[in-house]
């Protein structure tokens, strides 16, 4: 069991991270699958598939305790971590919240959108550096969005969600550059606007791009090596290269 490739997923109760879950699952390797959402029920469907391979895991990646409980338990299952993908985040609702409009911002949730959009990403990489730096792969993947430019920004709204995705692009950046020089290497994703996936698993109106279809790219690009890995860029589900 100890030499097979083992990846941490956060958020994967649904959506891309279920997605890519089970595209890892697919490709041979053992998931631990952070999960926070008690009306799911989606990964304890894929663990009757994948009883020795996955691994759901209780994760609330704004809380410390739950953060080393998770690395204790894949030090005691796997020995090791070969791939991180930090996907967890809190979209919150009022979206249209904006400075001096009829939806005021709420700072409060703000400040907890921080904790788990931003803040959680160096978090759980210095705790799991331990297992990391046994892994063979080193490789860290974090879900971003289109509207952390600072460059290309030109909404009102979603101040929230915005500002907390762009904090993430620059904690990133500064694990990459930490990190790079030991081996490690980074994946910065862009996912598109994904339709939400119900309890039952089905999709809800709106939206663009189907996890699944997201997740393939996103696969694509964890699992495979760049020419240019000295380089930390921003990539979209289309395979395009975006400003950040």
């Not at 809190?90 to 907890?112: F, H, Q, R």
């Amino acid at each position: 069991m100890h030499d097979m490739m083992t990846a941490l997923v956060t958020g994967a109760d649904r959506g891309l991270g279920l997605s890519v879950t089970k595209g890892l699952l697919r490709n041979g390797w053992r998931v631990f699958a952070g999960r926070i959402l008690g009306d799911y029920t989606l990964l304890d469907d894929l663990k009757k598939e994948w009883p020795d391979a996955l691994y759901p895991v209780w994760l609330d990646v704004s809380k410390e305790e739950d953060i080393l409980a998770v690395r204790d338990e894949i030090e005691k299952i796997a020995g090791k971590l070969d791939l991180y993908v930090n996907n967890a985040a809190l979209m919150g609702s009022n979206g249209c919240a904006e400075i001096g409009g009829e939806n005021p911002v709420n700072y409060e949730d703000m400040e907890k959108s921080f904790r788990i959009n931003s803040l959680a990403a160096p978090v759980i990489v210095d705790r799991m550096l331990p297992l990391l730096e046994k892994g063979e792969m080193k490789r860290l993947f974090f879900t971003s969005s289109e509207i952390s430019s600072v460059r290309l920004m030109a909404r009102v709204g979603d101040m929230r969600y915005a500002m907390t995705k762009t904090a993430l692009n620059l904690g990133v950046r500064m694990l990459f550059t930490s990190l790079r020089p030991k081996g490690y290497t980074f994946r910065l994703y862009q996912p598109g606007w994904m339709k939400r996936v119900m309890p039952d698993g089905s999709r809800a109106a709106g939206a663009m791009v189907d996890p699944d279809d997201s997740a393939e790219e996103a696969l694509r690009q964890m699992l495979t090596d760049r020419y240019d890995e000295d380089r930390l860029v921003l990539v979209d589900y289309l395979g395009h290269e975006l400003s950040f």
